[in-house]
């Protein structure tokens, strides 16, 4: 399948560096692939740094500068809405491509039935999205680091939310009505730095944050 079907998504917010070493490794791989690079709201030198990595590959980068914030889930649900490709793969801005193969090897996992959604790192939470072992309790959830999205089936579901795990509602539906979730090995094409921009500038959940780390550590 051609991967002009698939756009790749990047998120910016205050982390031009990161971003920077995101996309020249993505493009070192996929130089062809189409990109959509998403500031949120930056008020730093981003901007600058995002317009000259869109020169360089003019027909084949995409912008969008927020105004403001509008958080790593809703920044998501921008891109899908935006854009009209029928698979979307999101990219962490504190990512780094090691090899290619991993945008195919996806794809041809997520057409081989109508019901697979997302393709990505499988892991599981609780209803409050943090991580615990697998159970039948337990939600499958695809940590948005490196993750194929199905665009047409994320149009039908519940939007990413600004939220510290920002596709839980949104997974926990699609599980309710019968989706896959489909594990794949990102770490083997992928090193991810973690919190790049959240150990910067935290999460910014205010006291809804709070709340549910409070409710979850009472296990409520």
């Known amino acids: 399948m ?3 079907q ?3 998504t990047i998120i910016n917010f205050q982390t031009p560096d990161l971003t920077e070493r995101a996309v020249g490794s993505f493009r070192q791989h996929y130089p062809r692939v189409p990109l959509l690079l998403i500031d949120n709201g930056s008020r730093d030198r ?8 869109q020169a360089e590959s ?3 980068t995409e912008l969008l500068l927020n105004e403001h914030n509008l958080h790593h889930g809703p920044a998501m649900d921008q891109a899908l809405r935006h854009l009209q490709s029928p698979f979307i793969l999101f990219l962490d801005s504190d990512c780094e491509v090691k090899k290619k193969g991993f945008i195919e090897s996806m794809l041809v996992r997520l057409t081989e039935t109508p019901g697979h959604y997302i393709i990505g790192k499988r892991i599981f939470m ?6 615990i072992p697998e159970s039948p ?12 999205v199905r665009r047409e089936l994320y149009l039908t579901l519940p939007p990413f939310q600004r939220h510290g795990t920002p596709c839980l509602l949104n997974m926990r539906e699609a599980t309710g009505r019968g989706l896959t979730l489909l594990p794949f090995p990102v770490d083997e094409y992928i090193y991810h730095e ?6 910067r500038h935290g999460y910014k959940l205010g006291w809804r ?3 549910n780390h409070v409710l979850n550590r009472l296990g409520l």
């Open 137 to 148: 309790l337990a939600i499958p959830y695809i940590r948005p680091v490196c993750m194929l």
């Open 126 to 131: 609780n209803k409050r999205g943090f991580d």
């Open 194 to 199: 973690g919190r790049g921009t959240a150990g």
């Open 46 to 53: 981003s901007a600058v740094v995002l317009q000259r990595l």
């Open 58 to 60: 003019p027909g084949l």
């Open 6 to 8: 698939v756009t790749t």
């Open 2 to 4: 051609a991967l002009q």
């Open 209 to 211: 944050g709070k709340l």
